[in-house]
T-cell receptor
Framework: EAGVAQSPRYKIIEKRQSVAFWCNPI?????LYWYQQILGQGPKLLIQ????????DSQLPKDRFSAERLKGVDSTLKIQPAKLEDSAVYLC??????????????FGNGTRLTVT | GESVGLHLPTLSVQEGDNSIINCAYS??????FIWYKQESGKGPQFIID?????DKRQGQRVTVLLNKTVKHLSLQIAATQPGDSAVYFC????????????FGTGTRLLVSP
């Protein structure tokens, strides 16, 4: 099966600019996640969608980050305006159902964001 | 690609040795645990998982052990190969109305030929 697709692969922007990331999950996967991974750390969940509804966005900095899942398939994550501390890899993942036994997360290769 | 885990704990082993990677988890309500492998420039890749009603589960060359008493998880890799070199993350999951998944800090495994 095709994996989780993400674009762009790399992005360099200046602080206060805006940026958007795109994710196409594995076909048929109902649950989609965006994670932020700062260098040297484990991934941190930003937002979780079940179909096109938000399940958990408790760690999403809502003053600057936004995300949507179009028609329960593709998703975009936007940062506006970006700060230096947003420099990280943004990972998209999907799973067949709720995270759980026999429904592991499948990750894309991420977008590496550098804010200067 | 970029390097994941520049300042992570590192385990160095020789090819053919057995590796043991340890993880302490924090939530006593966690009922599901997963190990992921992350190679440089790639997203995490599922290795093996275990439910809290088990204390051991085996896969191909990998075994996960769970000790709920001390909230400890370990990943054992048999006959470690250079291709096993990567950063390994444990993750714990618990139900809060939906299943919440939290990653721990990783361990970098370096395998020398």
């Amino acid at each position: 099966e095709a994996g989780v697709a993400q674009s762009p692969r790399y992005k360099i922007i200046e602080k206060r600019q805006s940026v958007a990331f795109w994710c196409n999950p594995i076909s048929g996967h109902a649950t989609l996640y965006w994670y932020q991974q700062i260098l040297g750390q484990g991934p941190k969940l930003l937002i979780q969608f079940q179909n096109n509804g938000v399940v958990d966005d408790s760690q999403l900095p809502k003053d600057r980050f936004s995300a949507e899942r179009l028609k329960g398939v593709d998703s975009t994550l936007k940062i506006q305006p970006a700060k230096l501390e947003d420099s990280a890899v943004y990972l998209c993942a999907s799973s067949l159902a709720w995270t759980g036994y026999n429904s592991p997360l499948h990750f894309g290769n991420g977008t590496r964001l550098t804010v200067t | 690609g970029e390097s994941v885990g520049l300042h992570l704990p590192t385990l160095s082993v020789q090819e053919g040795d057995n590796s043991i990677i340890n993880c302490a988890y924090s939530n006593s309500a966690s009922d599901y645990f997963i190990w992921y492998k992350q190679e440089s420039g790639k997203g995490p890749q599922f290795i093996i998982d275990i439910r809290s009603n088990m204390d051991k589960r085996q896969g191909q060359r990998v075994t996960v052990l769970l000790n709920k008493t001390v909230k400890h998880l370990s990943l054992q890799i048999a006959a470690t190969q250079p291709g096993d070199s990567a950063v390994y993350f444990c993750a714990e999951s618990w139900n809060t109305g939906f299943q919440k998944l939290v990653f721990g800090t990783g361990t970098r495994l370096l395998v020398s030929p």
